[in-house]
């Protein structure tokens, strides 16, 4: 998408390569909106802790950061021994791998590439299909959320209050992004709606970033303390719920996604407001039978204790908030049921959450 920084507008991918330096380019998430700074991973390590760290973020993202990574790494490698490179090639994917656990992309994403790697005969033939899988792998998800919002945006009608959760915007994938993409096709299409976006503590995914990608897009909106969209709701003041996902099962139709998704859920059918979730296909596990064994990021108490802000110096800064000798817990995702899930918004239509397994062959699906 466009960024404009001091007056000056280019375009910019979240997530990007460098053949020449072998490095991978991330967007430090961690400084916006406060800057806008486009930092380099050296090495596959340095790649995984980017993810970890979350100077890169969201589902789609650190998919293509994990595909470039496994990339980066196999290409680190010198020698021609296959059985050596093969060791070493499963160490580069189990480090991205361990990065972080909810988002089931990385994952997705890293076996396109090694199944495109197993074509090759020699190192070298390996070396080169990795990054072609990882180009194409960042160049479809691009592609999944255009045709996102070519679908989606036939939800969204004139003078409409959308109501959208943590970050599932282009910060959030390579481009354009997922439950915001149906907000930027009408928006092309000459829509006008106003959108609120939760605030999304303990990290105000939404208060910072969503709110940026909007007001660069010059989307009308207001961020909403994450306690605000029951009254709203209750109010008759939000039409649609659009959210995005780490992880849906492609077997029961469950949908994990940023803490919080479930309680707007459970809120939107109190309210009979249609809840939408917006996934490019690398986000479907078809394996995981039960939402209950998505594995759900524990992070670190500080960000529910506090948080962090940009001081008068321009510096970052934390505040701790809380009370000093408390202790808190911070899960990081929840899963929300199928049945409180109106349709989700894939790149090849609007589907019922329990018709995806129905539909499987054409969503991707592979034996
Ligand atoms: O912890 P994050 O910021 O990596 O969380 C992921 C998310 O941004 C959200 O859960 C989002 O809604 C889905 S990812 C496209």
């Not at 596959?44 to 470039?68: K, L, N, P």
């Not at 959308?162 to 930027?184: E, K, R, S």
């Not at 209950?292 to 948080?307: K, M, N, S, T």
Request: with cysteine; net charge positive.
């Amino acid at each position: 998408m466009n960024v404009t920084v001091h007056g000056r507008t280019e375009h910019n991918r979240t997530v990007a390569f460098d053949v020449s330096s072998n490095s991978v380019l991330l967007i430090e998430q961690r400084l916006l909106p406060h800057e806008f700074k486009i930092v380099a991973t050296k090495n596959f390590r340095e790649t995984a802790r980017a993810i970890t760290d979350m100077i890169v973020r969201g589902a789609g993202a650190i998919g293509a950061t994990a595909a470039y990574g496994l990339a980066q790494g196999v290409r680190a490698f010198r020698g021609t021994s296959l059985a050596q490179f093969s060791d070493h090639t499963r160490q580069v994917y189990q480090t991205l791998k361990d990065a972080r656990p909810t988002a089931v992309d990385p994952v997705n994403a890293m076996n396109g590439v090694l199944l495109e790697m197993a074509r090759g005969e020699t190192v070298a033939e390996q070396q080169a299909l990795a990054l072609a899988a990882a180009e194409e792998f960042a160049h479809d998800d691009v592609a999944h959320c255009e045709a996102i919002g070519r679908h989606g945006a036939k939800l969204i009608r004139n003078g409409m209050r959308v109501l959208t959760h943590c970050n599932a915007g282009w910060l959030a994938f390579v481009d354009i992004g997922t439950a915001t993409a149906p907000l930027y096709a009408a928006q092309a299409a000459g829509k006008k709606f106003h959108v609120f976006c939760d605030e999304t503590r303990p990290r105000s995914q939404g208060a910072t970033l969503t709110a940026w990608e909007l007001a660069q897009q010059k989307i009308p909106h207001h961020i909403i303390a994450d306690n605000a969209a029951g009254h709203l709701m209750q109010r008759g003041e939000i039409d649609l719920v659009i959210v995005g996902s780490d992880r849906v099962l492609g077997r029961t139709g469950e949908v994990a996604n940023k803490i919080g998704t479930y309680t707007k859920a459970v809120l939107a059918r109190r309210h009979r407001i249609p809840f939408y979730v917006a996934i490019p296909l690398s986000t479907i596990d078809w394996n995981l039978k039960r939402g209950f064994d998505i594995p759900i990021e524990e992070r670190h108490e500080h960000e529910v204790l506090g948080a962090w802000g940009i001081n008068p110096r321009g510096q970052r800064e934390y505040i701790r908030v809380a009370n000093p000798t408390s202790p808190a817990r911070n899960p990081g995702f929840d899963v929300t049921p199928a049945e409180l899930i109106t349709g989700i918004i894939t790149p090849l239509g609007i589907f019922q959450p329990r018709d995806l397994w129905k539909h499987r062959v054409k969503l991707g699906y592979k034996r």
